[in-house]
């Protein structure tokens, strides 16, 4: 069975360091990734999706990049973190497009 | 453009009453997929349900059911016999045919007080 891994759980930065989330998906080839962004009491954002090895597509400019190094990881980034960008971060995996979404346990960012 | 409205922003009932969570879509395509997520209070969104647009069949799981209405364009939620343990906030989700994004509803939170 399919299985979806984030790490870290928790995370408290101060403003201007950096970040580096990550998300592993196991148990199936060449998934759709995604990142969601969960400000506190408010719904979902999708900030980037991934079809395949080093494809990248930006929803909201930002200063947060992806990459995904390998067929199943998927790495979130910021050289600089901002106050806003506390929040709730999900990984979600599919199959297809338009395809169920299968999401991650998340990390709960807060940056000081 | 398409939207997912979820006007409930939250319900309070208490155990064993019958709780109904509305969804309501805008779409102009013809295939589409609908979604319903559960978040409880650790945060993962747990998959409940999909259905795609060609499929009105109403379905049931234990206690929960969907009532899907394209005349009216609402995906409708119910919780029979509701329990303490599902007490979350709700999701609902659209998503069109060979696309990748989701639009998501704002969410309804549930509570359930025993």
């Known amino acids: 069975s399919q299985t979806i891994h984030q790490w870290p759980a928790t995370l408290v930065q101060p403003v201007g360091s950096p970040l580096s989330l990550e998300c592993t998906v196991e148990g199936t080839s060449n998934p759709n990734l995604y990142w969601y962004r969960q400000a506190a009491g408010r719904g979902l954002q999708l900030l980037f999706y991934s079809v395949g090895i080093g494809q990248i597509s930006s929803e909201v400019p930002q200063n947060l990049s992806a990459s995904r190094p390998q067929d199943r990881q998927f790495i979130l980034s910021s050289k600089k973190l901002l106050l806003s960008d506390s929040g709730f971060y999900l990984c979600?995996?599919?199959?297809?497009?338009?395809?169920?979404?299968?999401f991650g346990p998340g990390t709960r960012l807060t940056v000081l | 453009a398409q939207k997912v409205t979820q006007a409930q922003t939250e319900i309070s009932v208490v155990e064993k009453e019958d709780v109904t969570l509305d969804c309501v879509y805008e779409?102009?395509?013809?295939?589409?997929?609908l979604f319903w997520y559960k978040q409880p209070p650790s945060g993962e969104l747990v998959f409940l349900i999909r259905?795609?647009?060609?499929?009105?069949q109403n379905e049931i799981s234990g206690r929960y059911s969907w009532n899907f209405q394209k005349s009216t364009s609402s995906f409708n939620f119910t919780i029979t016999a509701s329990q303490v343990v599902d007490s979350a906030v709700y999701f609902c989700?659209?998503?069109?045919?060979?696309?990748?994004?989701?639009?998501f509803g704002t969410g309804t939170r549930l509570k359930v007080l025993a």
């Open positions: 779409t102009r395509d013809t295939t589409y997929y």
């Open positions: 259905r795609n647009s060609f499929d009105e």
């Open positions: 989700a659209l998503t069109l045919s060979g696309t990748y994004k989701y639009i």
């Open positions: 979600a995996w599919s199959v297809l497009l338009a395809d169920t979404q299968y």
